[in-house]
């Protein structure tokens, strides 16, 4: 971590560009579960260039905006799950199964078929890339085993927690090979903790710290409660609080983050994580206008008066993947300068 108080990150994906993406068709569905090619377009045999270009253009507006300690942007994904998800062994890649998202549809899944293991690194590339074109610290993400037990159809298993538990020796696999390629933080998404908190209460914490077992670099695990643009698109409310939270504190990971501008939880429950350093969302990704740095300063303060400044880290509320390019920029922009009032109030 930076060694200034207060630091600056961000959740994971960065707007892709317009030239790369079929953005209406990205916002017109579910996240995809599995892949989801016809998003892109950029022919295939131009498509790795195009993604390297737009992750430069990701990496250039993260470092101008100030952010201390930056993401890729996931900018060569077609959501924040399915990459890695359907790049493991065990898994038919022909024929999809079908499983209920956590807003409640139906959605085409990866079907487990056989064991599933890590044959080969996932996202080494992609830490390299940002690695080489960046002296800032950087983070990179990628779904936890609980979430992808969640977007699974299991027709092998027949036990959940196994499944789950394969999962996160898969994805400890991965986290060892991207932590050697040059990570700095290395991020679990585990949104589905939050949307099934009866499950994650059984098994989810411990598949984590499996997942997360003999790792020496800095950890995270992000939750939160969607997309904000995926639920404006089916009129959906956020919950105004977690219902799996506390419970992260028995967790190996370092960091917690977690959202707050958008719901406005009650950020007295940041003191039920006495352990952890808590990366906060302060930026609403649900409203188009870009906050004032006084109204995220405001929302920082709240924070401190649960947590130390030296366990606060600053975020947006979630990935920024649906907004557009003015918006994102404009709200990191907020971001850092919000976070520059309240520290120079601090260190005055």
């Not at 020796?169 to 679990?188: M, T, W, Y």
Request: charged content about 30%; some cysteine; overall charge negative.
């Amino acid at each position: 971590m930076t060694n200034r108080i207060l630091p600056t990150t961000v959740v994971g994906s960065y707007v892709q560009p317009e030239w790369l993406i079929d953005r209406d068709n990205l916002k017109k569905r579910l996240p995809p579960r599995v892949r989801a090619k016809e998003i892109w377009r950029i022919p295939e045999e131009f498509l790795e260039e195009a993604q390297n270009d737009a992750t430069l253009l990701a990496i250039r507006n993260q470092e101008r905006a100030g952010i201390d300690i930056i993401s890729d942007g996931e900018i060569r994904r077609e959501s924040y799950s399915n990459r890695v998800a359907t790049a493991l062994d065990g898994i038919d890649t022909e024929n999809h199964g079908t499983a209920m998202d956590r807003t409640g549809h139906s959605n085409p899944v990866p079907r487990v078929s056989g064991k599933i293991s890590r044959g080969n690194p996932i996202e080494v590339g992609d830490v390299e890339f940002l690695r080489a074109n960046t002296d800032r610290r950087i983070k990179i993400t990628l779904p936890g085993p609980f979430t992808m037990a969640q977007q699974a159809q299991d027709d092998y298993y027949g036990d959940e927690e196994a499944l789950a538990s394969d999962y996160a020796d898969a994805v400890n696999q991965e986290i060892r090979d991207l932590f050697s390629a040059g990570a700095d933080v290395v991020q679990l998404d585990e949104p589905y903790m939050q949307a099934r908190p009866e499950k994650a209460d059984k098994y989810a914490v411990s598949v984590i710290n499996r997942a997360l077992d003999g790792i020496s670099g800095t950890t995270a695990v992000h939750m939160c409660f969607g997309y904000a643009a995926v639920h404006k698109e089916r009129g959906l409310e956020k919950p105004d609080a977690y219902s799996f939270l506390p419970q992260l504190n028995r967790s190996n990971a370092d960091q917690i983050s977690i959202e707050s501008a958008q719901p406005k939880i009650d950020l007295k429950i940041l003191s039920d994580l006495p352990d952890k350093t808590i990366i906060l969302g302060v930026i609403d990704n649900g409203d188009p206008a870009v906050e004032s740095a006084e109204t995220v300063a405001a929302r920082i303060r709240e924070a401190l008066r649960y947590v130390p400044p030296e366990r606060l880290i600053l975020s947006p509320d979630c990935g920024m993947k649906y907004m557009d390019r003015e918006t994102a920029f404009g709200k990191l922009r907020a971001l850092v300068e919000g976070a520059d009032i309240v520290r120079a109030g601090l260190e005055n």
